[in-house]
């Protein structure tokens, strides 16, 4: 998608305008329209069911096909959970549906069937009708949305060995990662190849129960067995769960047989199901018409008895799949994805960072100088950032696994930044409907240095007091919560009053100058532990404190140090530890100097008048102009290794240097942190490992 986006951009001429317009669709979503409701839960991180609508416009007659999706949205809120039916009005692809076109849709004498294949042409002629396996499956996957409920998916049609014929439901499981929650295969299919196929697509199947045996729509039984069955709906999440942090880009097919006292006889359905096979061939009906008929065709037969069955396992599906969606939040909210579920120590589980999540685009001229007003040659590249992202980030790969709170819009480019995140903990991440995701393109010198930068972070405004305060509870028993200066103002200081409150630790991490001077606006400032500016950001905030500053920017190292130290004086008379962030010449790291060392320990700290400030200078691991592909992440890792250190208990000089160990390793990366960047890579052990320079000590004139 982001290719055929940037191919589009690349043009000239007359279609530029028709570019962007295709650009904000495929990137924004105009084309998808996301009901308030759904919106608000998939914000608040709570349970979503999708729901398809070609059983309202074709699975059932008029009002029972009203009658049935009415009483399923109904169980699915009963059990805790927001429906979410999918539909096409008037060429826009709906995420959830008022009554009002619950009420259209049922009604509507000749609608569209809409799968897959059929998007495109709906919406560019304003059409509407009743969404199928494959095409809910793509809006679910594209609102956010992880469990879609259904009554059948469909298969490998009987005779599909000569016909070819396959429904474009096991295609996109193969494709979408959305797990699917229904009664099996549609028993007028050939479930024996569609297993087999299923199997080609890389589909996990799991037959939801004690039994492995595969459900076929009407029967318990199909007379198959599933590879897997998980026994109940919290098995079943986990499964889901592992499947999302896998990034297999498949999806997952639950099972669920029909409750036995509901279930229609199966021989007379089945017997039933031949007769209209045979009525459909002899009537010339083909393709995708043999369903919808066969099915009609079969409730006349039987009198009732199989649509008494269809809806029966609907309902039941809602229920199950409603408590599957509950259990995957709680799992979520739990942060035990299946690959770190394990009983953890307290301070790691409770450590919080709030910050910005940003996908970037960065490019690296392959000349000395930048040139402005041409084209520069060099290199292109995308990757995920944004400063709350990339310290939780590395905090995860270092076994720290923070809660990290951020917002992203609904659009492609948040699908690939949630992606990327698997490994993280992002059930604080919000996903707001009809604003974009941050993005942020930077330019760097052939010499690593950035050249120029442009952003786009009006959701990190977003990022509101109101929404954070639904983690109070996580922030008031944090071991260490981490801010970084995208966030509002109003934002920063209710953290900062939760933390002073409880005595929680609060670390923070500035974007740049203006961004750094936020909690210093008002005595917020006075809540945080620990700072971690450049040497103009703490020029700023000295400025907006009001205090003097020296005119002249220092440039020899020696008085770099002075004047770091020097500014961060008056800060530490409330403050822990200033960390003066150095670029190549390193780091400085001030505050009370405290047996032979700056400490960055101990829950209760206060400076004590008489005590005595200090400065150590940590020089940066060498490295040259060559070897550095990406700058924009160093900073952020240095911070992160550096609190990772704090949480595991380290002493201050290890804390430190594996702050510089993961700076180095991002600045080798094409990604702001390292991809290779783990508790092995980055541990205690690897500084005892390596040869050091040595350090200095500065004292306040």
Not at 425 to 450: F, M, P, W
Not at 554 to 578: F, I, M
Not at 648 to 668: E, F, I, N, P, W
Request: glycine letters at 10%.
């Amino acid at each position: 998608m982001l290719g055929k986006v940037a191919s589009l951009l690349q043009r000239v001429g007359p279609s530029a305008s028709h570019n962007a317009f295709l650009t904000r669709c495929f990137l924004h979503g105009s084309l998808l329209r996301i009901h308030p409701s759904v919106s608000e839960a998939l914000a608040s991180q709570e349970p979503v069911v999708a729901l398809e609508s070609t059983i309202i416009t074709h699975g059932m007659p008029y009002p029972h096909n009203l009658r049935t999706a009415q009483e399923v949205e109904g169980i699915v809120r009963a059990s805790g959970a927001t429906p979410a039916t999918v539909g096409v009005l008037g060429g826009r692809v709906h995420v959830g549906l008022s009554e009002e076109e619950l009420c259209f849709l049922a009604r509507s004498e000749a609608p569209l069937k809409v799968s897959r294949r059929d998007l495109p042409y709906a919406l560019s002629q304003g059409l509407s009708g009743g969404t199928t396996v494959s095409a809910t499956m793509t809006a679910a996957h594209r609102a956010g949305i992880p469990v879609f409920v259904t009554g059948g998916v469909g298969g490998v049609h009987r005779g599909g060995e000569s016909t070819m014929d396959v429904s474009a439901d096991l295609t996109e499981l193969g494709r979408t990662p959305v797990a699917v929650v229904s009664a099996g295969v549609k028993s007028i299919l050939d479930i024996g190849r569609t297993l087999e196929y299923l199997e080609t697509q890389g589909v996990c199947v799991a037959t939801f129960g004690s039994s492995r045996d595969f459900p076929a729509f009407f029967a318990p039984r199909s007379g198959f067995v599933s590879p897997y069955n998980v026994k109940d709906e919290r098995e079943a999440a986990a499964l889901i769960a592992s499947a999302l942090a896998l990034g297999l880009g498949s999806g997952v097919l639950i099972a669920v047989p029909i409750p036995e006292e509901q279930a229609a006889v199966g021989q007379e359905i089945e017997e039933a199901i031949q007769r209209a096979l045979t009525e459909s061939r002899d009537k010339g009906i083909s393709g995708r018409e043999v369903t919808p008929f066969v099915l009609k065709r079969v409730s006349e037969l039987t009198q009732g008895k199989s649509l008494e069955a269809n809806m029966a396992l609907i309902r039941n599906n809602a229920a199950v799949g409603s408590g599957i969606a509950r259990a995957l939040v709680t799992l979520r909210q739990e942060g035990q994805t299946p690959s770190t579920r394990r009983e953890r120590q307290t301070d790691q589980a409770s450590a919080v960072v709030i910050g910005g999540i940003n996908v970037d685009f960065i490019a690296k001229v392959k000349q000395e100088k930048l040139v402005m007003g041409q084209t520069n040659p060099g290199s292109v590249g995308q990757s995920f950032g944004g400063v709350g992202r990339n310290l939780a980030d590395c905090l995860t790969r270092l076994g720290a696994q923070p809660l990290f709170i951020s917002a992203l819009g609904v659009d492609a480019l948040s699908e690939s930044a949630l992606s990327y995140c698997t490994h993280m903990n992002t059930s604080g991440v919000a996903r707001l409907q009809d604003h974009s995701t941050a993005t942020y393109c930077a330019v760097i010198t052939e010499k690593g240095e950035l050249g120029v930068g442009v952003g786009d972070m009006d959701i990190h405004q977003r990022i509101t007091e109101q929404y954070v305060s639904r983690f109070e509870e996580r922030l008031a028993t944090a071991s260490l919560v981490c801010l970084d200066g995208n966030i509002p103002v109003s934002t920063i200081d209710y953290v900062c009053g939760i933390a002073s409150k409880h005595r929680v630790p609060v670390w923070f991490e500035p974007t740049n100058v203006d961004k750094a001077c936020k909690p210093f606006l008002s005595d917020s400032w006075k809540a945080l532990s620990f700072f971690s500016p450049n040497l103009a950001e703490l020029r700023a905030v000295n400025q907006a404190l009001g205090l003097p500053v020296p005119a002249a920017v220092p440039s020899s190292l020696d008085d770099v140090l002075g004047s770091a130290l020097a500014l961060s004086r008056p800060l530490l008379e409330h403050l822990r530890c200033v960390v003066v962030t150095l670029g190549p010449h390193g780091v400085l790291l001030c505050g009370d100097a405290e047996g032979g060392a700056v400490s960055l320990q101990g829950a209760e700290y206060k400076h004590q008048p008489g005590g005595r400030l200090c400065g150590v200078h940590y020089p940066a691991i060498p490295i040259s102009a060559g070897d550095i592909v990406n700058v924009s992440g160093a900073g952020d890792s240095l911070a992160a290794g550096l609190m990772a250190g704090m949480l595991q208990g380290q002493d201050s000089d290890t804390c430190v240097k594996m702050g510089l160990l993961a700076a180095d390793m991002s600045l080798r990366s094409h990604d702001p942190v390292s991809p290779a960047l783990s508790s092995t890579t980055v541990s205690p052990e690897q500084v005892r490992a390596r040869r050091w320079p040595p350090v200095t000590w500065q004292w306040p004139g």
